[in-house]
């Protein structure tokens, strides 16, 4: 028996192969008279970096910095999805009528993607891959790999059609 899927979790890296997926996740849901849940993870400054202008920072204020930014990076980055689906919406009404959240999170992305779908209770995952070049064959990318390989949910990993390098989608 095939599993019924009720919610889609859309994790997007805010590129135009991930808009292009979006539109997959949106196909998706409409065949199935589901909702889209959009995700974004915001990936965390590397530790060697925080580490290097720490030496230069006073610690304190270094931290209290770091949380306004990020804070205000994901405010921006809200605002930014939220300008995509009311594009998209002028289209298909997508938005308006599919989706029921748009989550920010930061974190490292498969962590959050695997994070949000459980805790979301969504059934199947979509999200685009960069397949680039001779290694497009040998390698999906790290994050759809990831994804793949840990989930237990459907996971729907959408390549950017070949010929494809602007397809006026950017989020």
């Known amino acids: 028996m095939i599993p019924q899927i009720k919610k889609i979790l859309y994790a997007t890296d805010l590129s135009k192969n991930s808009a292009y997926a979006f539109r997959n996740a949106v196909d998706l849901a409409e065949r199935r008279n589901a909702q889209i849940v959009i995700l974004h993870a915001l990936e965390p400054i590397p530790a060697r970096v925080k580490t290097y202008i720490k030496g230069f920072a006073d610690e304190i204020r270094w931290d209290e910095k770091l949380k306004f930014e990020e804070e205000a990076a994901i405010g921006r980055i809200e605002k930014r999805i939220e300008e995509f689906c009311r594009r998209e ?14 989550l920010v999170r930061p ?9 949000a779908a459980e805790d979301e209770n969504c059934d199947a995952i979509v999200l685009g891959t960069h397949s680039k070049g001779f290694l497009k064959q040998t390698f999906l990318g790290s994050v759809a790999r990831s994804v793949l390989d840990r989930s237990r949910k459907p996971v729907f990993v959408i390549p950017l059609p070949e010929g494809e390098t602007d397809l006026s989608l950017e989020i």
Do not use: D, F, N, Y
């Not at 974190?107 to 994070?115: D, F, M, S």
């Open 89 to 102: 919406s002028q289209e298909t009404k997508a938005c308006v009528a599919l989706v029921s959240k748009i």
């Open 107 to 115: 974190g490292q992305p498969a962590e959050e993607i695997l994070r």
